[in-house]
């Protein structure tokens, strides 16, 4: 009930092109989901995270959507760029906690 | 203003040996976490402290790991005796955290790289 699910592992995507990685969790007790975003060589950073009493939460390029009811949420990049490549973790937290649950990772490649 | 410091940055040592990895959260923080990643394993909490208290050290690969944070501004974790195995890259990240903040981010630092030859 503690796992968060992640795909794809990888991802390759054409300059201009859309990213979308997903995520499923079981326990109902999360309510909080971030992102993280992770270059080579780097700690991850937090990008964009989302509470359940929305659907989708958008900062610049970057969307969350969040369907409670499926216990499933999604980062959306668009208008991907080579800067984008990076390593990306979705994560889950419950309220009461402070620790955080993390996806597998997805490695995104966006060619020139 | 500083964000997570770990250190050393880089470190190779031999099978056998005692490694000690160092971190210093954001001054304020209240709570720690020391983490592991690896290509095969991708990013594992290893223990968590709140209050500098550890509550989950579930995460804790064997008996060879311990971690103490002896105040709130420093955190060490131990491998010893390290194995080839240990390889890894080792996060320290912290948050504030309690009541009426339940959505506060986790700040990552650089990372330890960790060889064991």
């Known amino acids: 009930q503690q796992q968060v699910k992640q795909s794809p592992q990888s991802l390759i995507v054409q300059k201009g092109g859309i990213s979308i990685i997903n995520c499923a969790y079981e326990?109902?007790?999360?309510?909080?989901f971030p992102w993280y975003q992770q270059f080579p060589g780097k700690g991850p950073a937090l990008l964009i995270a989302?509470?359940?009493?929305?659907s989708e939460k958008k900062e610049g390029r970057f969307t969350i959507s969040f369907n409670k009811s499926a216990k499933q949420f999604s980062l959306h990049i668009m208008d991907s760029q080579p800067g984008d490549s990076a390593t990306y973790f979705c994560?889950?937290?419950?309220?009461?906690?402070?620790?955080?649950?993390f996806g597998e990772g997805t490695q995104l490649t966006v060619n020139p | 203003d500083a964000g997570v410091i770990q250190s050393p940055r880089h470190e190779v040592t031999e099978m056998g040996q005692e490694v000690t990895l160092r971190c210093k959260p954001i001054s304020g923080h209240n709570s720690l976490f020391w983490y592991r990643q690896t290509m095969m394993r991708g990013l594992e909490l290893l223990i968590y402290f709140n209050n500098n208290v550890p509550i989950d050290d579930s995460g804790m690969p064997e008996d060879r790991f311990s971690a103490k944070m002896p105040n709130a501004s420093f955190s060490t974790l131990k491998i010893q005796p390290s194995e080839p195995r240990d390889s890894a890259v080792y996060f320290c990240?912290?948050?504030?955290w309690g009541s009426g903040r339940a959505y506060n981010e986790q700040f990552f630092g650089p990372g330890t790289r960790l060889t064991v030859l």
């Open positions: 989302i509470r359940p009493d929305v």
């Open positions: 326990n109902t007790a999360f309510d909080y």
């Open positions: 994560a889950a937290r419950k309220t009461s906690g402070s620790r955080l649950t």
């Open positions: 990240a912290s948050s504030l």
